[in-house]
């Protein structure tokens, strides 16, 4: 064992502070040290995207990140996207268009499409595609999670067109 | 999947990350953006007791163009390549290949110092650097050295690069004419079956330069003079365009993995050199 070092994350707006062996990788620090259990666990070898989470404005699979990498970082997740009361565009377009089934794949699409359509508000369906491609989903086929992203985009720009 | 312990640095300066390689050797590596090493490190694949993380260095990652050169600090990642309007200007093959490499999670990570650096022959910027012609800048305990791209790489993993030195940067002369990098895989984030790095000059209706690199068909990237030699001069007619491919499969030599049997990939190679070639050609 390595000795633990001092590491403090701002998580979905909140400051942790605690010590971790360097080593630990950052989905479970998420999961098991901070109990925010939204990024999951799938393939944990950088491929299926269920783990995405924001960093510093980046979408990282944080099964591919040590706790020391983050260290300073600013993390967001699923659970700081939306919650029950209050769902973002996103989590209600999924809901609406049945952008899942069996729900594992869909905290880290929600949160990597935060990010897509904060970069390109309006895309194609093939800018979408393209966009998602690091994410897997073995249930839907991904038809609906498009369609739900592109139903999220119009009603995200509606929002946006109104407010000003 | 764990890894083995390790002890953990975040120098904020190259000496400090120097000092740190000539003091542990080849115990410690240096990590960018980590999606290469990290999976070695998880398989246990990679042994690393000393972890040099370089995200506090400050200017590595720079990107410079002017009208001769394009200097890319290591630690761009591939999203900046694809994100940076006077790239895509100057050098417009480097956002054709960065949008083919892994996924949008691993293009926010992965480095071009990293990919370049790794010696990993089924990364896709060693092959195109060496079409470009680019050199990498090495610092070491002794100063500063520049080594071309066309002689950095020596086998699988193994590079010019010291124990104790760091690739800081690739500086490329600005490219001129047509250009095209494409890339045959089974999946997204795979690496390639094959892939082609052309750039080639047109001069009225005849080719005068080209360029020729092809990607995972040999334990290194394969730069090939001879099958740009057979475009210069020609007008890429079918018979140029045959004489390049076959000159390409005598340099390349691939190997049978989970990709595909020996034949299939030197058939693959043939393909997409010549839709490369089509495509660079369209384009000058």
């Known amino acids: 064992m390595s000795k633990k070092m001092h590491i403090s994350l701002t998580v979905n707006g909140k400051q942790e502070e605690f010590l971790a062996e360097p080593r630990e990788l950052l989905i479970y620090t998420l999961r098991e040290r901070l109990n925010i259990t939204g990024p999951h666990i799938g393939c944990e070898t950088s491929h299926c995207g269920a783990c995405t989470v924001t960093i510093d404005g980046k979408s990282v699979k944080a099964c591919t990140m040590f706790v020391a990498q983050a260290d300073g970082a600013d993390v967001t997740t699923i659970e700081g996207l939306g919650n029950p009361d209050s769902l973002h565009p996103l989590q209600e377009a999924f809901k609406e268009h049945h952008g899942l089934q069996c729900g594992y794949c869909t905290p880290g699409m929600i949160t990597r499409a935060a990010k897509l359509l904060e970069e390109n508000p309006n895309p194609t369906e093939d800018e979408i595609r393209f966009g998602m491609a690091g994410n897997l989903c073995r249930c839907t086929g991904y038809q609906n999670i498009v369609k739900s992203i592109r139903a999220a985009a119009t009603e995200m720009n509606a929002a946006k067109e109104a407010a000003e | 999947m764990i890894p083995a312990a390790f002890e953990y640095y975040r120098p904020k300066d190259l000496s400090g990350v120097i000092s740190i390689l000539e003091e542990h050797g080849d115990d410690a590596r240096v990590i960018a953006g980590g999606h290469s090493l990290i999976p070695m490190m998880k398989?246990?694949?990679?042994?690393?007791?000393?972890?040099?993380?370089?995200?506090?260095?400050?200017?590595?990652?720079?990107?410079?163009?002017?009208?001769?050169?394009?200097?890319?600090?290591?630690?761009?990642?591939?999203?900046?390549?694809?994100?940076?309007?006077?790239?895509a200007t100057a050098a417009p093959i480097l956002r054709e290949a960065a949008l083919q490499i892994a996924d949008p999670q691993v293009r926010y990570m992965g480095t071009v110092g990293g990919n370049v650096a790794n010696g990993d022959p089924g990364n896709d910027m060693p092959g195109l650097m060496q079409c470009l012609n680019a050199t990498f800048t090495l610092v070491g305990p002794d100063g500063e050295r520049t080594v071309p791209a066309r002689e950095f790489y020596e086998a699988a993993y193994m590079t010019a690069r010291e124990d104790e030195e760091i690739l800081t940067a690739v500086t490329i002369p600005t490219p001129k004419g047509g250009y095209a990098y494409e890339k045959q895989k089974r999946k997204i984030g795979d690496y390639a079956t094959a892939a082609a790095a052309v750039q080639i000059i047109k001069d009225g209706d005849t080719c005068t330069a080209a360029s020729i690199a092809m990607t995972n068909l040999s334990d290194t990237p394969i730069w090939s003079e001879d099958a740009a030699a057979a475009l210069v001069g020609t007008s890429l007619d079918s018979v140029a365009l045959k004489a390049a491919v076959d000159a390409m499969l005598v340099d390349i030599d691939p190997s049978e993995d989970n990709r595909g049997p020996v034949a299939f990939k030197r058939h693959v190679a043939g393909v997409i050199l010549t839709r490369a070639i089509e495509r660079a050609w369209s384009r000058a």
């Not at chain 2, 007791?49 to 591939?78: N, Y």
């Open chain 2, 43 to 87: 398989l246990r694949m990679a042994d690393v007791p000393h972890l040099i993380d370089l995200q506090d260095i400050p200017g590595m990652s720079e990107i410079t163009v002017t009208a001769d050169a394009i200097t890319i600090g290591a630690m761009t990642t591939q999203h900046d390549i694809i994100d940076h309007d006077g790239l």
